[in-house]
């Protein structure tokens, strides 16, 4: 696609569920970014994946948090038994890792009630 | 003390002003992103700047690496300019976080 695309924009889950979370980035691009944004807040680096190399997890606050990526396609970020504090936008992004350019998504809005 | 500060956190002007927005880093970086973050959420990436100055239409950004500053110049602004405008800078030595400013939320009324 010409963009990068996550899905459900939206999820609403209740306390305790698990979720997962879709990010398509562009094609060919070998980076691609999670972040997540309380309401409110700044942007907080989750993890990244680049290419075949090991993700770089250091921004995951917890290990109910875990995010897959297939080769350099679709990435799924798996947040089990969801908190109230795991509501917020969780944003891809994705880059070609060359130029330092980068697209966002426009983010899946996470609400646990 | 973060590692990202923007000023000011909030910013109004009536159509038509000079805008400045800006952002100081204390850290080494490989490079600093301007970002526009529209009240949908949308997050837009507007200029990478390693050195230097970069222009596209009515946006400016420069920046100074040994003042380790950036600026980002709206010039005539206008309303649709309103969003929160956010300076990220990249970690050098083969990692590719971003450290995130807090953002400058910008309202240009008419």
């Known amino acids: 696609g010409a963009g990068v695309s996550q899905s459900p924009s939206n999820k609403v889950t209740e306390k305790g569920k698990d979720v997962e979370l879709r990010c398509d980035p562009i094609s060919g691009h070998t980076a691609l970014y999670w972040y997540r944004q309380r309401l409110g807040q700044g942007l907080e680096f989750l993890i990244y994946?680049?290419?075949?190399?090991?993700?770089?997890k250091s921004g995951l606050p917890s290990d109910r948090f875990s995010a897959e990526r297939t080769g350099e396609s679709v990435s799924t970020l798996t947040i089990q038994r969801t908190q109230q504090e795991d509501s917020a936008v969780y944003l891809c992004?994705?880059?070609?890792?060359?130029?330092?350019?980068?697209?966002f998504g426009s983010g899946t809005r996470l609400t646990v009630v | 003390k973060n590692e990202v500060e923007q000023s000011p956190q909030n910013l109004t002007a009536q159509e038509g002003e000079f805008i400045t927005i800006n952002c100081s880093y204390s850290v080494g970086i490989s490079a600093l992103h301007w970002l526009q973050q529209h009240p949908g959420g949308g997050i837009v990436s507007l200029f990478m700047l390693s050195s230097g100055k970069k222009k596209h239409g009515r946006l400016i950004a420069t920046i100074n690496i040994q003042e380790k500053h950036s600026s980002l110049h709206i010039t005539a602004s206008h309303p649709r300019d309103s969003a929160v405008y956010i300076c990220a800078v990249r970690m050098p030595y083969n990692t590719d976080k971003l450290i995130f400013g807090t953002g400058t939320r910008l309202q240009v009324f008419p």
């Open positions: 992004a994705s880059s070609d890792g060359q130029f330092y350019g980068y697209t």
């Open positions: 994946f680049q290419g075949n190399s090991a993700p770089d």
